[in-house]
């Protein structure tokens, strides 16, 4: 455990909470915290702070406020000291997150994040996880939509497969059935981020093609043959016909392998994973899946060239912004994880959640992962830079099913 204690002044500190997902952290834990549950505002303007808990109201119209600026070490070490845990909506965080990161693990606070930056997470893990350790810190990236359905997933797949004898997980696949949600802003801003490293540095472009990039040792991971995230459309009948790479797999692939890593492969060895969105079958289903997987590709590509990026800039959500309200209630999202075990077991888990997915449900899952780090006693016996399936696991399951999330496994055949 950490050095959080009773004498620290607050359980949570919202850094970024006058941000829009900030915002929509911060109004989840006014309503669901526990009472006496002690929380504060973060971020750099007392102004904006003093704004967003007047905005707020409620159980926060007396929250304290914390200002501190993202690249001001002291103000972050004192900020980290004052607090059992801090979640951070303050993204892109390759550019501003590491010195907040440092400044936890150093005083043995834990931490939780949004990134789905792969090089962020890496530089994290190199810098701050053996300090981490040794101060108890649990340092929790991606505590949202990526990648918290992935990595709980998995681990529930897991935990079923050694329940009922059926072996350890070899080919597992996530597959989106369906999803309703809004661009984010901060999103796109991060994936700015990366291309621009990716262009400028050859180690930074290998960590981001590297399926194994979060590894916590990569000469000891297995080699299982070509394990590059899918490029174009794939058709597998088992899985519902044709499908479309998932955008956000060539983040969520790498914590969930971590996890594994991490947890002496306890998943398995042989463990295969991959992400996937359902398109349907024929004759839209190729169609459609040919559609995406052209414009992820042309995304990408777009926002790399000047040019284009001048274009795409304009016409992209800008951080800070987000859905209405009303959008956000109407989105949702429903996964299924696929596996088949050493057995040849075939296991499912299905993941839904309403509320869009990058916003509504998005803070769900940040805000209870603040306050199972801040609050439960019962979480695994792990420090450092973390997963939330090792940092969390089964605490934060429960958690969000008791708030509306829905994480079921069955046996398809064994």
Known sequence: ?????????????????????????????????????????????????????DEL????????????????????????ASTTMVATTVGPYLRYGLPLVEACAAAGAHYADLTGETLFMRRSIDAAHTSAKASGARIVHTCGFDSIPSDLGV??????AQATGAGELEDTTLVVRA???GVS?????????????????????????DPYALSPDRAAEPDLGDERDPMGPVHDDELGGWLAPFVMGTVNTRVVRRSNALKGYAYGSGLRYRELMLTGGLPLGPVKAAGISGGVAALVAGLSIPPTRMLLDRLLPDPGEGPSEQQRERGFFKIDTHARTS????????????????YKATAVMLGEAALALALDEQLPEAAGVLTPATALGGV???????AGHAYDVETLSA
Do not use: N
Not at 6 to 32: C, K, M, N, S, W
Not at 67 to 80: C, P
Not at 155 to 160: A, G, N, P, R
């Open 1 to 53: 455990m950490s050095d959080a204690s009773p004498q620290r002044e607050h359980d949570i500190v919202v850094f970024g909470a006058t941000g829009f997902v900030g915002r929509l952290t911060a109004a989840y834990l006014r309503d669901h915290a526990p009472a006496g549950a002690r929380i504060a505002l973060g971020g750099r303007s007392r102004e904006k702070l003093e704004r967003t808990r």
């Open 57 to 80: 109201g409620g159980g926060a119209a007396d929250w304290p406020l914390v200002v501190a600026d993202s690249h001001d070490a002291g103000a972050l070490a004192e900020l980290a």
């Open 155 to 160: 681990l529930l797949l897991h935990e079923h």
């Open 179 to 181: 999803v309703r949600g």
């Open 185 to 209: 802003g901060g999103t796109i801003d991060s994936l700015r981020g990366q291309l621009d490293e990716a262009k400028a540095d050859k180690a930074s472009r290998r960590t981001i093609v």
């Open 343 to 358: 057995s040849g077991a075939r296991l499912v888990c299905r993941i839904s959640a309403p509320g869009d997915p990058g």
């Open 396 to 402: 934060l399951v429960d958690r969000l099913r008791a």
